[in-house]
């Protein structure tokens, strides 16, 4: 791919009454130019500026449309760039796309114009990653992650953190040159707390994945209880959909159903599964089985019961949050809907599951008339805050694989260093691992020689005109 080309691509998605064909490189006024007829060229245009003309191919018109001009280095790529708006004809956007190829435009790769705005400088490869989930997000919480990400969250972040290892690197050059003189005690001490501090920095990253990574792809939600329950009716109420088959008859709902919603800003993913219970039919014991690794990966279990009816044991992980739901309650003899962390009713039916050391709620209500369903989402939103934290402004969350794997370098490095530290090995085998910490860290930034095979993986993930 080479950057010395001229791209074009349509940028807008089919349907819109608008669409935007984009054109950078180093001939993109030029070649937009030799198609424009307007009351000025666009060759004579400031940068910044909106001009009205037409596209015209062999004295026809093709459309009226609004070119937007911007010079190096003051685009989005880095380059000089065309924004074509348009009428949103497919047939339009792609007679403009071939004229531009006519002229001498290359079809843009998938990515390709952010790649270059990651080539050019303009952006560190944290930031250019967050404008993928930025177009792919779909809710308040992935919208704000997104948005730190690519205002420079993260790339703040480790350039702290590469501040504190440079400092650590010369506190320890200089302990080196002052070995002979004992001042070695002060620098150690210093040298331990400083590294102690960067191995801190660098978990307190790798440790928000599991938060980040919940709210890119979905707060879990299993779905367990015993057959017939309930659990595919409740399903459907929360998705407002008929996804899962309700029936009275036993053993119904075999393999694993989940879709997503958003509530209170935050994507769930809910999955609803076998009814468990003891059975002899093969199949359904492989549902069951399924049901059980879809509770063990699940962030939120929803324990579903009813009155008379005992819940299956499973077991709840410390880092996980069980909420205990007793379902049917229009049958119950009282007919009261009850949220109370002491539901009388609902204590009989979950006596076989340990709830005392966990983050736990009790509710009851009824999936199928949806009364009580209000309390349980409040119930999921509130869970959703505990889980993820408070997501401000500042927040920097991880949510990519690619940096998760970087940091887990970096901190094996870092806790090698520390160790090098506490029991006086060489300060340039301590020096090593720290610069092995930097470049494990700089590859999250893409700072340091990036191959096009991580390029290409990154890249073709995008969408064609971003
Ligand atoms: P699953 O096997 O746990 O998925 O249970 P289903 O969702 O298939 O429901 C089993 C039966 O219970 C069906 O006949 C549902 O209509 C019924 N059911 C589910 N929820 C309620 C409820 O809140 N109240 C009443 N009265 N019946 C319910």
């Given at each position: 791919m080479s950057s010395s080309s001229t791209i074009c691509a349509i940028s807008t998605a089919q349907g819109g009454a608008i669409g935007i064909v984009r054109v950078s490189g180093p001939q993109a006024i030029q070649l937009t130019d030799s198609l424009f007829k307007g009351c000025r060229r666009l060759v004579d245009a400031e940068p910044y500026s909106v001009l009205f003309g037409r596209i015209i191919h062999d004295g026809e018109v093709i459309d009226e449309v609004l070119a937007t001009i911007f010079r190096a280095p003051h685009s989005y790529t880095g380059e000089d760039s065309v924004e074509l708006s348009c009428h949103g004809s497919s047939y339009i956007l792609q007679r403009i796309l071939s004229l531009l190829i006519s002229q001498g435009c290359t079809m843009a790769q998938p990515g390709e114009f952010t790649q270059r705005a990651f080539l050019n400088g303009k952006m560190d490869l944290s930031q250019a990653e967050a404008v993928a989930d930025l177009i792919a997000s779909s809710n308040a919480a992935t919208h704000r992650v997104a948005m730190n990400q690519m205002r420079g969250g993260i790339t703040h972040r480790l350039a702290e953190m590469r501040q504190q290892l440079l400092t650590l690197t010369s506190l320890l050059e200089l302990e080196l040159d002052f070995s002979e003189e004992d001042v070695e005690f002060a620098d150690r001490q210093q040298l331990q707390d400083l590294s102690r501090s960067t191995l801190d920095e660098i978990e307190k990253l790798r440790s928000s994945f599991s938060s980040g990574n919940a709210i890119k792809n979905g707060i879990h939600v299993a779905i367990i209880g015993a057959p017939n329950v309930g659990k595919s009716t409740l399903l459907n109420q929360l998705l407002q959909d008929d996804k899962a088959i309700v029936s009275d008859?036993?053993?119904?709902?075999?393999d694993l159903i989940e879709d997503t919603i958003t509530l209170g800003g935050y994507l769930f993913r809910f999955i609803d599964t076998a009814g468990i219970r003891h059975t002899s039919d093969v199949i359904e014991r492989l549902g069951i089985e399924r049901s059980i690794q879809a509770a063990e990966k699940a962030?939120?279990?929803?324990l579903l019961s009813e009155e008379g009816v005992s819940s299956p044991t499973v077991p709840i992980r410390p880092d996980q949050f069980a909420i205990h739901v007793l379902n049917k309650?229009?049958?119950?003899?009282?007919g009261t809907e009850n949220t109370s962390p002491h539901a009388s009713a609902s204590e009989s039916t979950l006596?076989?599951?340990?709830?005392?050391d966990y983050p736990t709620s009790h509710l009851s209500l009824s999936a199928l008339t949806g009364q009580g369903l209000d309390t349980l989402r409040q119930s999921l939103i509130d869970h959703a805050h505990l889980l993820c934290g408070e997501l401000n402004e500042d927040t920097v969350l991880i949510t990519n694989q690619r940096h998760l794997e970087a940091l887990e370098l970096a901190s094996s490095s870092m806790r090698r260093a520390l160790d090098g530290i506490l029991h006086s090995l060489p300060g340039d085998l301590i020096a090593e691992d720290l610069r092995l910490v930097l470049s494990h860290l700089s590859t999250i930034l893409g700072s340091?020689?990036?191959?096009d095979e991580v390029l290409g993986n990154i890249f073709k993930n995008f969408c064609i005109g971003k």
């Open positions: 008859i036993q053993g119904t709902t075999r962030h939120i279990i929803i309650a229009d049958r119950l003899t009282s006596s076989l599951v340990s709830t005392l340091e020689i990036t191959t």
